[in-house]
């Protein structure tokens, strides 16, 4: 099967193409950003550098023609806020949903994100997949990648012959460093807010790659939530990396972030270390028979082992 | 300092817990026994509770304990969640349907969700008894913790969300008496002012000023399981009948107790 990978670079997208590869696929990526050399275990990858939103990118559907698209293009740094950022986000979303319209591709997957949900005091645990994004609500920065979910969703029924799925993934840690989980935990102590600590719930970026294969083997159509092992708290998930929780009261955690070695974050983004985002991931594990196989101790370990804490000074 | 009595009760108890002791909605062992290492002397000795009827809630498998709320601050539900850690065999873990505003404080916001004491929506105890877990719930909600002194023995209106839960999920209903929270709490009044302050929705004044409970007998008691047949989208007219006999049945509970209570002299 030749799969088309907008969003290649990243670093899900990496090892979602060797996955790909390893079983015998064809992979084509697009990305904006430089993916660098073709490594061990890339042989017959084929990336090209070029924005989805331009006409080089229809280029290449015309092309190659891919059976199916899975759709990782899409910008989701916090800080990053920008014009730009909603323009890749609704723009480039739309474009990979044209381009598979008009050539021919059979199945489009969306890869969206538990965020979609929302962090509050009264929002439930274990969201369903029928609930709306009440992330607008209580985080307004999020109204881009919201916005660019619900219109995949729309497909399902704007595009019936078109087999649309949007994945709203969980967190992921593992080796890589990368995602939204492993930025805050990075440093050696992690700021939280005093008297909150919420459940996180997050997969090993294996297991992200193996959902996704199943996805495009079983063609499942809809909206699912994706996720692992149960979810944790999170002064769990900082005692378990080896990291030391930084409690803080919420008046002066906000004129802290982004100073004496904190990460930076939003005030939006505060809500997401006071409430949990749990997903219920029961639909999908029936559609596809997905299971995951790293626990959240092993992927934990393996965090801690690729990242130890630096003590600073 | 800490009880090993209590250790080894929550130990016992049949949740499922993770490598990192800590089950799939984050209640975690170690929260709960600091937890029960503060409930348990408040429960023997401070109001030296006295549970009947403990054998009537089921020991495995979802089960919904209704209860009159009794006490202006949560003791009533502290000291249900204590007896059935304490007095039952094996100990279950009652889990309550607490009120919103409970989550946005914080140490409130992290103690109850690491006890399993969560935010009262139909989401949340749908999944809990599918799961097979204790839900505590009391159908009063806030205004029946507004219960002034001399109203303490009454019953005010009951929600009907309840009903409909028990009868979608097919769970019996355990009604429960609890008696003399009134007194331990003899609310005069009730400041929304103070409320807002603190984010609750009031804070009872007693005659001595703070909301702070007497040393009173408490009591609680457990009826026989009720179980009602339906689908829970039954009309109004239905529901509200339904409720009106768990309400009768811990209104008899409660005349019984206050019965006894006279009887045996104390408050």
New interface residues.
Partial sequence: MKVLVPGITGAIGRRFARGLLRAGHDVIGIDRRPYGAIGEGEEGLEVHQVDIRKRGAEDVFRRVRPDAVVHMATVTHLLRQSEDRYRINLQGTRAVFEHSAAYGVKHVVFIGRHTFYGAA??S???H?EDEPPMALAYFPELADLVAADLFAGSMLWRQPELTTTVLRFCYTLGDSGHGTLATFLRGARVPT???????FQFMHEDDVVKALMVTLEKRARGVFNVAG?????LS?VIR?TGRQAFPV??VVFTSLLGRFGLPRLSRGALGHI???VVTDDRAFRAATGFTHDV???DAMREFRRAFPPMRRG | MFDREIRERVDRLELPWSEFDVDPYGISKRHLEVFFNLLAPLYRHYFAVEARGVENVPKRGRAMLIGNHSGGIAIDGAMVIASMLLEMNPPRLAQGMVEKFLNQLPLASQWSNRTGQFTGLPEHAIRLLEDERLLMIFPEGARGTAKLYKERYSLVAFGTGFMRLALRTKTPIVPLAFLGGGDAVPTIANSTTLGKLIGAPYVPITPYGLALPLPVKLEVVYGEPMVFQGTGTEDDVVITGYVERVKGEIAQLIEEGRRRRRHGGSA
């Fill in positions: 005091p009264d439930p645990l274990y369903g807010v005093l008297g909150y600590d919420p459940l092992p149960p979810p944790l708290p769990v378990e009261p919420e006071k409430y949990p626990s959240e101790g």
